[in-house]
């Protein structure tokens, strides 16, 4: 078995990115997500797998650096918190639309604005509707540990390349900066040049080869029906991602008579909730999303047959509680509670809210 | 003593009319048809061929490499 | 068993890396820990503190308002999280550069004089596992030889001919703690 | 001679190369785009090397770049091709990675991008059509307009008061000890296309010596944003670019050029 | 009675910019708004009402550049288009958390990325959900001819001076481009020094004068506490906007046994649907959100109790509807008819796509 | 004579302008940010326009400049305090307008709005402190990073090879015909802090008169991001910042200073 | 009334100018009016078509699929929009430049030979008013004192002393036109 | 003779002990605290006041500006 480990969620997700065959990481530092970058730098994989590291001038510049690499068949990534992801919007938009695999990380902090540095998930609509231009989504996984910190960059190189797409990690505060153990995978070697060539030779920019057609990345259609055809591409990978890659969790649920919906550092204080509550003799469950996008719709409908009433608890004004709306087509009560600008939520007060919200009322 | 003489060739639906490889022609052989083509654009044309050296210039400058040259040796 | 304790001071005096040689312990004896610090830039010249869970189970949330014991290392930290203490803790503290004493009754209130005992001890570095080890003597959570071991993993190679000093010093911490107020009945 | 006599294949001196497609240029006839477009692309064919080569469009008249040349493109967002040139080159060292870009691209939007480029000494060619205006978008004021031009938004002529002077960024980049050759051309006549074109060719050539970053400006005409007849243009061109956007070597192999 | 001109609706919005004593405009060409800028700069109002037009060296330059003049008290614009308006999230959500009152006007086309430069409905969730980071909302005007591409100007001028809160325009290109009849109103000089200093002294940076505390303006508040109730304060606002400045129009629904629901021009294109689906015996009404945020869904739910089902009418694949959903708590069917990509629907197909969707089924 | 009675208001010499509020600096002991902010504080109280001098404070350690200048202020996106004082100051423009900012801020992510601005001549004062590093977010390698100087992103000392050269921007702006004054200080000792005082006078003094854009570069350390003790963080100041970054007058009145 | 027509040609043969000086002129006469051009870089050097509506009562859609007339200037534009026209509808073109006619039967065809017309008047300019006098002559949707109205409020000043120039244009274009294929019963 | 004597007090709250102060002082007379203040700092003070000349380098320099300068002439 795998060493054990105790690490940021930030290093974990670093480390695991070397072990994961990654072949470059572009990034701009911002607090709480620059141990990204500085693991990077202090592991010097250029020397060991090759991965390319390097701090571009700021997030635009770092964001558009991924779409080349991205475009050229290369396994990359990048790391930000909320300004700079604001400031990445046209690029992922432009990644959306040119079909580009690449992980994009957020650590999310609270905004709006320079806001504070303290722990956030008020990213969400940003994160799920498109904070950029136009027709497109993202498939977003939310980590709610270090070791999913960890796990889920290999988790997204994957349905990156699955899907032609950028793949985001949404993440926080909580998530990137605490320590808990963790174990790696074994080291997963870069593709060599000949293996993008056969992998993603007939797409990606890697020098046009005799006996095959020049290759373009590009999000540019100025005939709108070749224009509506992309987009009608893009929504069909949509609605395989519904089908095949849905992620979620659910604990506790099996009797529960109020659901917890709660995802990443959420997910993890509200679990707290879920044993406070027990111990009062209320039935809750928790169902932590782990994709954002896709987002169990079908399991919360399922859920409406057996709970009196959802608590969507996010730190945030409320902004994945839509979704759960959405979701359960007004079936049952579904209420929000959360807290933002960096406050964190204690467990106490969930159960609180849950009270007053769902079964008092 | 050997000669150079040259020919072009234009593609008259590539060719936008643009002119900008008349003034390079120093024997000045190139001029524009009072046609237009499928796009409205009057091509180019060498009015004098017998002039023309083959030289490139003007295809060179051509840029939407409308231009073929043609050149070969003769001797006089 | 599960031990939820912060530790709370100016960002100088090792208050992370003795969460982290603690959080390291735990594993050394197959518990779960998490780790979760206060960061950004008010930790300039300014306070820091972590929160550090061992626990026998999986540990859901990693952020308490509440905690079992508190290690509090000057008195900005003193004013912040003295109440945080659950009734039946523990507070710990280095009376050093403190103008107002906790008052609390319904916990179990402890001195240790760290900052001069790391100055007799000629290493100021020290001063950390000094708090260790008079935090151990009440609070045995990890036995000393998984600290020894959580040492060796969060130091760097190098410092590793240091770690019997340090366990010197966890154990001049052990020998030097002082009951300020034992809770009588609560706990 | 007949003319039908001379052309024959063996006499063949001059075509399009292969390397353009066949696809109708978008750009408005005379545009110097085109024939920019031609010399990137014979350097290529010339070098052998179009199986190792990554091209980077622009937004900007030459948008569409990867229409026409038929090599791997990739266009990016505004301004930002020297970021994408960079990743391209960092993470497939032994390719050939240029960007093509307009002045708007380069100089407003795109001015970090390409300042921080120049500055690490990306191992990249830069060719930078300068046509002192945003053709694409319908003729706007760029940082490169001259003094008094007009333009779109300064339909009175660029006030440089209020503008201020024409940006010469490619002396500013020179300076950059990553840059390795700067130089500026013309592609108007059989003479500057002939210098351009070698100025590239060393360019790409310098590439493979991983000798760090070459820019190349191509000073152009816009005969949409100018308002003129191509001719007129590279006339208009000659008289008013030329004087200001002075044609010749900037830097070469590392050393800057002195001039008096 | 004003003069009638005929004017692009992108021409309208800036001959009212001028007319509403607009201090500043700072934007960056792009398709198809330029001609904005254009008409600004061929008018010089800076010789005649002193307004200061300055093209910027890009979108991030011109929406903080709008960030400061706001924050100095003035009138102050900005506009551009999807990809443009992607680069200015960072922008707009300090302004958001700075509360600084401004206008953004959004011309879209249709992406994602580069996309087309013809007309799209698509940054509806952007523009709505908020395309920055945090929380936050902007108030949207979604302008439906170009005699309201005039009006909306002052109209977000006033709104956002209200509520100190930047205010978005989502228009679009057939909205931008085309021509129409319009009239405006009497010029409105600029606000002198004085004015300013006694209407927004108590928080514009104007320079500290003596007896007042000096103003700040930021979006940073360290302190998490701080940041919570900074966030609170705007979701306040937000709260307010619902109550007090709601706008929407209704054609046709008195008799409406369907719905249509549509903004901007594809409320132009709807309105025909109305009268086709009449001439065929079909009761139809269409409801116009002048307002995306706030949006009508109490008057939406109202509508339960009258209509059969209700066909959201956009030019993507389905953004407003979810605001739909959520406002009539699934009470009757919701459909989404769009297209996308830059193609604009006809009347026709929005009336097919109501028999299939709402009424055969 | 006791110092007591030397301590009595009418002998009082110096003491921090009024200017500067009684916030305790968020700045790290030592740290040349509070030195420079009383400089500018100082000079708007003796200039006497506090009433008419708006800041701008960037992202970066100043970003609470405005908890410790008592003048209104605003706080400017990461990079972007060229363009948004650019729109003060042309929306009042008989303000005074100043920005205060880092070098990653300025010379990273700011650098097209920052060479913008320069270009246009904004009628502005540039505060620019050159620490050589990132200190905010803990020390990371910034565009100004001497070669081989070790930060939180460059822990084996930076790596010119990957990441170029330090970029002297304050150089490279000093070209643009729009900016007035440029030179370069620093304010660890007495006689730094007055030479620096000057031109931070003149530059304001140039802003009542219309002239344009004065750049003022403050060499300055960071005991924090450089891991050094402040006294001991000056001394490696002076051996190893100043020599590269060159303290003195770069450019004058519009005119550029010929150095041997 | 309501007349919905699309006007299609090069960018270069003023079909936006005579789109708004149609759209100015129906303003003349109290109308509604709606202007929807194409726009992009397709412009450059390529087609350029605009869709103009006049009528008595508030127009909806500016944007349309089917036009009551279709007045078509080259070759691209036939190709595209021949189809567009309502049945029982009018296509006028010129002839120039096109090698394939129109061919629909369930509409009026008319020619006019405006680039010819307009060489004779010596003024390439005045190429889109000749079409215009074409279209009014067959379809009178705007009165010609309106036209001239229209034509002072869409030309700027220093080119009103050019009207007369345009209007002896219209007339040469209405004496001008020819009839192609009349439909006999549809309409 | 006219002889210029100062003074320096020491804002001990602000002070943050950084000792900037020290080497810019040409007769050597600031030294720190042994004490720390509410901070957590050493703080300087005067350590030789008679040797003051009032010359202000030290206040000048303090970031925090915690040092105020005095300065008066006596009769020698
Ligand atoms: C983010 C963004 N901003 C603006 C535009 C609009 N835009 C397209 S091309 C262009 C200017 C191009 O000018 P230049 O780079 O000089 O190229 P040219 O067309 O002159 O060759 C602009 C502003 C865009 N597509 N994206
Ligand atoms: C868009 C964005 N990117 C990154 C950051 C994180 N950040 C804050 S300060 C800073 C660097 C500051 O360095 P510098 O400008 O040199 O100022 P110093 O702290 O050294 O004075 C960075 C990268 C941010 N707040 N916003
Ligand atoms: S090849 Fe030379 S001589 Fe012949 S037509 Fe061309 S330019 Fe003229
Ligand atoms: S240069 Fe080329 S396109 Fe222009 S006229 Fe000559 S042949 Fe035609
Ligand atoms: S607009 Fe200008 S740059 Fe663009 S294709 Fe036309 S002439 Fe060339
Ligand atoms: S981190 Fe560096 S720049 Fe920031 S306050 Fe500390 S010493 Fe100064
Ligand atoms: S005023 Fe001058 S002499 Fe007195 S302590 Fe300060 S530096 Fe020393
Ligand atoms: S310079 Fe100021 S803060 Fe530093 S030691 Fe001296 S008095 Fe204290
Ligand atoms: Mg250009
Ligand atoms: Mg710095």
Redesign the interface.
């Known amino acids: 078995m795998a060493e054990i480990k105790l690490m940021k969620g930030n290093e974990a997700l670093a480390e695991a990115a070397i072990r994961a065959g990654v072949d470059a990481y572009f990034g701009y530092p911002i607090t709480p997500q620059s141990e990204v970058i500085e693991y990077l730098m202090m592991e010097q994989p250029e020397k060991t797998t090759g991965m390319v590291v390097l701090q571009a001038e700021s997030e635009v510049a770092a964001i558009n650096m991924v779409y080349g690499a991205a475009g050229a068949g290369k396994r990359v990534m990048t790391s930000s918190s909320s300004p700079g992801i604001s400031l990445k919007q046209e690029g992922i938009s432009y990644m959306a639309g040119a079909e580009l695999p690449a992980v994009i990380v957020n650590v999310v902090r609270g905004g709006p604005g320079l806001g504070t540095i303290q722990p956030s998930q008020a990213d969400y609509f940003q994160s799920v509707k498109g904070g950029g231009h136009g027709d497109y989504k993202l498939y977003v996984l939310a980590p709610a540990s270090v070791q999913e910190m960890a796990d889920h960059v290999e988790d997204a190189f994957e349905m990156a390349f699955k899907y032609r797409t950028p793949v985001l990690i949404l993440s926080d505060g909580v998530i990137g900066q605490m320590m808990e153990k963790v174990q790696f995978k074994e080291f997963k070697p870069r593709w060599t040049d000949d293996e993008i060539y056969q992998l993603h030779g007939n797409w990606a920019t890697t020098g046009k080869k005799k006996g095959r057609e020049r290759n373009i990345i590009t999000s540019l259609d100025l005939k709108s029906e070749k224009m509506e055809g992309r987009v009608h591409r893009l929504m069909k990978k949509y609605a395989q991602m519904e089908e095949e890659d849905l992620r979620f969790e659910t604990i506790k649920c099996e009797d529960a008579e109020y659901l917890i919906v709660a995802y990443g550092s959420s997910a993890r204080i509200a679990q707290k909730t879920v044993d406070l509550a027990r111990a009062k003799g209320i039935k809750v469950g928790l169902l932590r999303p782990i994709t954002l996008f896709p987002f169990p719709k079908k399991q919360l409908m399922e859920f409406t047959k057996q709970v009196k009433g959802i608590l969507s608890v996010e730190l945030s004004m409320g902004q994945m509680v839509e979704d759960v709306r959405l979701a359960v087509e007004h079936k049952v009560p579904v209420e929000h509670f959360g807290r933002t600008g960096g406050i964190i939520h204690t467990p106490e007060e969930i159960l609180d809210a849950l009270q007053q919200k769902l079964i008092k009322n | 003593m050997a000669k150079v ?3 072009i ?1 234009v593609d008259n639906d ?1 060719c ?5 490889c ?3 022609c120093g024997p000045d052989i190139i001029r524009m048809s009072s046609e ?1 083509n ?4 009057h091509y180019a044309y ?1 009015e004098n ?1 017998d002039d023309c050296t ?4 003007c ?14 040796k ?1 001797e006089d | 068993m599960t031990e939820e304790l912060i530790i709370a001071g100016f960002g100088g005096q090792g208050v992370l890396s003795l969460g982290k040689i603690l959080a390291y312990s735990g594993i050394m004896q197959n518990q779960e820990v998490s780790w979760m610090p206060s960061y950004g830039p008010e930790m300039r010249g300014g306070t820091a503190n972590v929160t550090v869970i061992l626990s026998d189970e999986r540990i859901s949330s990693p952020y308490l308002k509440l905690f079992d014991t508190a290690i509090i290392l000057n008195q900005q930290s003193m004013d912040k999280f003295e109440n945080t203490v659950k009734p039946g803790g523990v507070l710990l503290y280095d009376p050093n550069g403190i103008t107002i004493h906790p008052k609390r009754k319904d916990i179990t209130i402890y001195q240790i004089d760290a900052s001069n005992l790391a100055s007799d001890m000629g290493n100021k570095k020290v001063y950390n596992m000094i708090i260790m080890g008079a935090y151990l003597k009440v609070k045995p959570v990890v036995q000393l030889e998984n600290v020894t071991e959580g040492l060796k993993k969060s130091l760097p190679e190098r410092y590793h001919k240091l770690i019997p000093l340090n366990i010197d010093a966890i154990q001049k911490g052990m020998d030097n703690i002082l009951t300020v107020n034992e809770l009588a009945i609560l706990s | ?1 007949k ?1 039908l006599d ?3 294949p ?8 292969e390397l ?1 497609t066949d696809n ?2 978008s ?9 920019a477009h ?1 010399l990137v692309m014979e350097v290529i064919e010339e070098m052998g090397i179009v199986e190792d080569t990554v091209g980077v469009a622009p937004v900007g008249c030459s948008v569409l770049a990867y229409e026409f040349m038929d090599i791997d493109m990739q266009q990016a967002a505004h301004g930002r091709a020297p970021a994408v040139a960079t990743a391209i080159a960092r993470t497939w060292p032994n390719k050939y990675v240029f960007t093509y870009q307009g002045d708007g691209d380069l100089a407003a939007i795109g001015t970090a991008e390409t300042i921080h480029a120049c500055n690490r000494g990306e191992n990249i060619v830069i060719i930078f059509v300068n046509n002192g205006i945003y053709g694409m978008t319908g003729g706007q004021m760029a940082p490169t307009t001259l003094p008094g031009m007009p333009s779109s938004t300064s339909p009175y002529g660029r006030d440089t008061c209020s503008t201020g002077s024409p940006l010469k960024i490619t002396e500013l980049v020179a300076n950059l000890p990553g840059v390795y050759n700067v130089s500026r051309h013309a ?4 003479k500057h ?2 210098k351009a074109k070698k100025a590239i060719l060393k360019g790409f050539q310098d590439t493979r010596l991983r000798k760090g970053l070459t820019l190349i400006e191509i000073v152009s005409n816009c005969n949409s944003g100018w308002k003129m ?3 007129q243009s ?1 006339e208009w061109m000659e008289e008013n670019m030329f004087p200001f956007y002075e044609l010749g070597d900037i830097k070469v192999d590392g050393k800057m050029i002195n001039k008096k």
């Not at chain 2, 083959?54 to 210039?57: H, Q």
């Open positions: 003489i040259g020919a060739v590539k936008k009319g643009c002119e900008v008349i003034p390079v237009v499928l796009k409205g654009y060498m061929p083959g030289c490139t210039n295809g060179i400058v051509c840029p939407d490499g409308a231009i073929t040259v043609y050149r070969m003769v | 001679m003319t001379i052309i024959k063996e006499n063949l001196v001059y075509k399009r190369t353009m109708t240029l750009y408005c006839p005379g545009c110097g785009h085109g024939t031609k592609v108007h006549t059989h296309v002939r007849q191509p001719r590279n």
